[in-house]
């Protein structure tokens, strides 16, 4: 038994319900009085009390049995914010026993609080036999099969009566609800179920359930039989494998769509049609693969402000919205810490006291919204508070005192600059040390990952109004669509999202010893990347609202291409992020556009 494969599957659902649960719960402890809510709550924890118990992790299943019994409490009526509070409290203890690996933890002690002790699992009632209503004639019979292999088949089991009871009336089971629980069954069971609803309309509500392989339905001596839509769980490493496959198809198509040109092969270029075709298609459905919905990481902001909030004494309402934007499973996984420094200094830095507030004619409660739209061949994702925002003219005393800028310089700086100062890796203007933020770390942390993920950090901030942070994400890293040019016999390439114009070279000026380009009102600073002095072109690239020009001899125009890490010595030039294979041969190296741009930038500082 291959119980490492199991533990992973285990710890992937029993993940999936605990950011549920603390996503669910906030909006109870909104609105307590909603039964949806709460009946979601409810199921949510009683699979994960069933993944627990066909584990055999029965102090998760213990816990998760206390958990029932107070939302049936709340259900009931009872003391709706202590119960609230003890239910986020079971999370954190599920939550730790899954992170921590230990799950024989010792939780007897909240146990106790609760009243439950040590109840044998035989007095109470099966939840599976709760589900039925036998005093109701049945009017459909349905046997479901279990995908081959699931090993959580009692909790795929009770899945579907729980579906099958919300569109209807479960009459009976075959084998007895007991034995589903216990999973002394093959791969099928049968359910009699009395509904309003039509044959299609009972199969479909079943078909779409994880893991389930078919449906019969029958009904008076009819029967039905049909394909359950089959879906299986797919390791990342899976997916990184099948893109790197894809993308060595790509730069072989390249290699061979090269040859076709150069030798003027019209029959093998009519026949690499269907060839990129093909591969176009395969690379979009890799992509889908790998597309997970940000919704994954948005939901475990909540709980955490909540927490935050309370510990800090404040009120904040915390909105979230486009949650159903896709991203890379890549991208998203690096970008959670990010998020996490950022909607913490909201909270943290952001939003006042509420005695505060109310001094200043501000509501009570304080509000933050976390977004994300889609923009070009990326995502912004936002977070937007309402609070006391950020003093410049304290930034600016600050970076005096830390030794940033020495006193004539701070008077100079710009806006921007003085915003760009947040990032500086140690400062901070905080007056006091927390647990949470005065210590000079997050925003440069925020910016390093954002910017080694390709994308980009912009702060916009309001004395006594509030603060926005955007960060903007490209959808994926893995393949993407740059302008390639020649600079000194090196071929390089930059994502075409980053180009903001190509300019001749003639349009250069010489400014403080600088080469720049005048683009409308804005001087645009011009360097070269490997030193020469002259280029034909100029290629000026966009970071948000920053801008620098790069020098080139021949540009060679847009191609699809396949991001590669660098290695050895090549990885340590910070200008390049990774390099690719063209379809001739040659090797391209893609720009930094980040560290570029902030490196043309900090040189025209320097002179002007």
């Known amino acids: 038994m291959n119980t490492r494969r199991y533990m ?13 649960l603390s996503r669910l719960l906030v909006e109870v402890e909104a609105d307590p009085d909603n039964g949806e809510v709460l009946r979601e709550i409810f199921r949510s924890v009683h699979t994960l009390k069933g993944l627990a118990s066909t584990m055999g992790f029965e102090r998760i299943a213990a816990l998760a049995h206390a958990m029932e019994s107070l939302i049936e409490q709340m259900r009931s009526g ?62 459909y019979e349905l046997r479901v099969w279990i995908e081959e292999g699931e090993v959580l088949k009692s909790v795929r089991a009770f899945t579907v009566l729980k579906c099958l009871s919300e569109i209807g009336y479960v009459t009976s089971t075959f084998p007895e609800p007991e034995a589903l629980e216990a999973e002394r069954f093959d791969r099928s069971f049968v359910v009699r179920v009395r509904s309003e609803r039509t044959e299609d309309e009972i199969r479909d509500a079943v078909e779409t359930l994880p893991e389930i392989e078919r449906v019969e339905i029958r009904r008076l001596g009819r029967s039905v039989a049909a394909q359950g839509r089959q879906s299986i769980r797919v390791s990342t490493s899976t997916l990184d494998a099948l893109m790197n496959i894809t993308g060595e198809l790509i730069i072989n198509r390249s290699v061979l769509e090269d040859i076709a040109r150069r030798w003027g092969m019209q029959e093998l270029e009519d026949a690499l049609e269907m060839t990129r075709r ?24 909540p709980k955490m402000v909540r927490d ?32 996490v420094h950022i909607i913490r200094n909201a909270v943290s830095h952001g939003i006042e006291p509420p005695e505060e507030r109310e001094k200043l004619g501000k ?60 990032f500086t890796p140690g400062f901070s203007t905080a007056g006091r040390v927390t647990e949470l933020s005065g210590r000079g770390v997050g925003l440069d942390a925020v910016k390093s990952t954002v910017e080694a993920l390709g ?26 669509q740059a302008m390639l040019f020649r600079v000194n016999g090196v071929v390089c390439g930059v ?8 300019l001749e070279s003639s349009e250069v000026r010489i400014l403080h010893r600088r080469k720049v380009v005048r683009m409308g009102e804005e001087l645009i600073p011009v360097w070269s990347i490997f030193g020469e002095e002259d280029g034909r072109y100029v290629v000026v690239l966009e970071r948000g609202a920053h801008h620098t020009g790069i020098l080139a001899d021949e540009v060679l125009g847009i191609q699809e291409v396949v991001l590669k890490p660098l290695s050895g010595e090549a990885a340590r030039v910070r200008e390049f992020s990774g390099g690719t294979i063209l379809g001739n041969g040659e090797v391209a190296l893609i720009l930094d556009v980040g560290y570029v741009v902030e490196r043309g930038e900090e040189g025209w500082k320097c002179v002007s």
């Open 8 to 20: 992973e599957l285990f710890l992937e659902e029993a993940e999936e319900h605990i950011q549920n």
């Open 78 to 139: 009872g003391a709706q914010h202590e119960t609230v509070d003890l239910l986020f409290e079971g999370v954190d203890l599920l939550e730790e026993m899954l992170r921590s690996g230990d799950v024989d933890m010792e939780v007897d002690a909240f146990l106790e609080r609760l009243g439950e002790g040590r109840k044998a699992e035989g007095s109470r009632r099966s939840a599976f036999r709760e589900l039925l209503s036998p005093e109701i004639r049945p009017g």
């Open 278 to 301: 093909l591969t176009s298609e395969l690379q979009y459905v890799v992509m889908q693969a790998r597309m997970v919905p940000l919704e994954y990481v948005f939901s475990r902001f």
């Open 308 to 339: 935050v909030a309370r510990r800090e004494g404040k009120e904040v309402e915390f909105s979230v919205y486009g949650g159903e934007i896709e991203l890379d499973r890549a991208v998203i996984d690096e970008i959670i810490e990010p998020l």
């Open 363 to 422: 509501p009570r409660r304080g509000r933050i919204v976390l977004s994300a739209v889609k923009e070009r061949d990326g995502v912004v994702i936002s977070v937007e508070d309402d609070g006391r925002g950020v003093d410049l003219e304290k930034v600016r005393r600050a970076a005096v005192r830390e030794g940033l800028v020495d006193e004539g310089r701070a008077r100079t700086l710009t806006r921007e600059e003085l915003i760009e100062l947040l």
């Open 455 to 480: 994308g980009h950090v912009e702060l916009d901030t309001s004395a006594g109004k509030g603060t926005r942070v955007s960060v903007r994400m490209p959808l994926t890293m893995a393949i993407l």
């Open 495 to 502: 994502p075409v999202s980053n180009v903001w114009r190509v």
